[in-house]
């Protein structure tokens, strides 16, 4: 069973940026598409971006122009720019095959937007 796990999450201000990464602790070369979801409290969780294994990406019209997703399947690791932060960015970041069945759910790495 493939294990995931994000990091590089962190207190920013707006306007800031940070780099997400999810590494896989198996192969992601055979999964077609990987996502980045969000969940901030007390709503659902959510999907913000997602890269296909032919570099199709797609964003949510609320991050889009601001985030870049890439992946890199040589290292089973996926990563998520983000740019321009805003407050209500805030939210818990979590990766995860775009489509169902989903590998099981890593902790999230959490994102605060703040001044």
């Known amino acids: 069973q493939v294990q995931l796990v994000e990091s590089g999450g962190g207190v920013v201000q707006p306007g800031g940026s940070l780099r997400l990464s999810c590494t896989a602790s198996?192969?992601?070369?055979?999964?077609?598409?990987m996502g980045w979801f969000r969940q901030a409290p007390g709503k659902q969780r959510e999907l913000v971006a997602a890269?296909?294994?032919?570099?199709?990406?797609n964003y949510a019209d609320s991050v889009k122009g601001r985030f870049t997703i890439s992946r890199d399947n040589a290292k089973n690791t996926v990563f998520l720019q983000m740019n321009s932060l805003k407050p209500e960015d805030t939210a818990v970041y979590y990766c995860?095959?775009?489509?169902?069945?989903?590998?099981?759910w890593g902790q999230g790495t959490q994102v605060t937007v703040s001044s």
């Open positions: 995860n095959r775009r489509d169902v069945p989903r590998i099981a």
């Open positions: 198996g192969s992601i070369r055979s999964i077609y598409a």
């Open positions: 890269i296909t294994n032919g570099g199709s990406t």
